[in-house]
Every structure is written in C-alpha cells, then in structure tokens.
C-alpha cells in the first residue's frame, strides 16, 4: 500500500540532522522572542517543531530508538534528576542565606526549591503510574486520576510559586500588592 | 554455605540493572556461521546495530524478547546462545 510514510522514506541520518536543526533553529527564536519579549512566537515556534518531528519521524525508515536507547534514557534521566536536585538545593540553600544583601535572591531560592520540589513529585508520580497503575485493570480509571492529580499538583506548585507579594501593573503604573521584598519592574508598564 | 541460587539473590537490584554489564554469548560465532551482518540481524531483530554491537561484546542484558527473536533468527535456543 502507497502510504505517506513510503513516498519519500527518510534515512536515520537526514532525521539526526533535521532534529539538530531544528533544535538550533528554536534556540534562536528563543533568544530572540526573549530579546523582544514576545511569548507568542516560541509557544507556536515549538508546536510547529513537534509536528515537522514527528512528521519526519513517521517517515524515517529503521529503527530510531530501541529497548537499549530506552535503558539508557532512563538511567541518564535519574542520574539527572538527582544532580539537579543535589545542585538546586545547595544553590537554594546559598540564596537564602544571602537573602539580607540581595532581596531578589529570596525568589530565586524559592523558585528553584518549589521547582525541585515538582520535578520530584512528579518523578514520583509518573514511577508510580508506570510501576503499578499501567498494569492494572482498571487503567482508564486510575489513569484520570493520575492526570487530575498530576495537573492538582502542577497548579498547586504554581500558585505556592507566584507568590501573594508582587507588583501588579495597573493604568500604567506598578502598584505594590503585599509586602514585595524586591523593586517594581524596570520595564514599562503598559 | 553459599550455592548458585543464594549467589543470584545476593547480587544488588543495581548490578542486575547495569545496562552496561552483558552476559558472554556466541551470537558473533553462530552469525558469522550464517553469513549475517550485524546490519541485517538487527534489522530482522527490531533493534539499532549498535545495539547488536553491544551485545557481541557482552556489555548489554538484552530482554527476554529480544534474546528470544535474536535466537530465532540465530536458530538457537537461548539457554545455547548466552553463557548463564
């Protein structure tokens, strides 16, 4: 059967080097949009680099990653896990410390401490679906559950993240909202 | 007093787990025997070549399915392909 896939089959290689490229391509975008702070562009920038891969990827032909790869991944994204936890935490830790001298190290600190603190969970979360839950017999159940509390868990880190003492932008200027320890935005407010 | 089976279950969860560590095997004699390449068993395997690499050189623990499809394709048994 004629099928999209095999009209113009693509080699292992062609698909290494497009998804190089496409990595480089989405860094400059990204430091670009970050230099004229538009967030709009990245977001559509990534989704359009999602479906150029895994269109490419539907028509490469051989094996693109086997159990072996998978084994690996999973020991390379532990051992990763847990540097950057051990890094966050002593880095956090550090922050903290140096809070009185530099206010604005005290939400760099807490950012990075909630941000450990959900990668963990969520490690936590997703070994446990894949350890217990993705066996049961009841899959489709537990499998809600799991997403309600994965998201529960995502929006509750957020919140705790952002924090009630901010600066809110109102009628073109910054008002202060709480106790902020660190200044108003320098950049406009619009 | 120590005997195979109590050998087994002392080895850690760990060591049983390192990818890196393989079993001794004859897949390189018996494809050699047949004429393959390690391009084409891993193809009829399912698996990257390097892979296949990997597993002549006894540094990969394959899974029951893959040691199964490579002593198909190699027209063994298992327990003939890898030195347990």
Redesign the interface.
Known sequence: MLTNSNINPMTLKQYQVLRMAVAVILGVIFSQTIIFQNYLVPIVAVTVAMLVLILAKKKVKGVIADERDYAVGGKAALLTIQIYSWIAVVIMFFLYTKRELYPSYEAIAITLAYSTCLLMIGYGLIFRYYNKIAFLDKKMIYTVLFIVAFVAVVIFGLRLLSGEDDWICSNGQWIKHGQPDFPAPTVECK | MANGSNTASRISPRRL?N?NKGMENKIKELRTKLNITQEEL??LS???R??IV?LEQGK?N??LK?AHDVAKILKVKIDDLFKF
């Open positions: 787990l990818v891993a193809k399912g698996v990257r390097e892979t990997f990969y394959p899974s893959l």
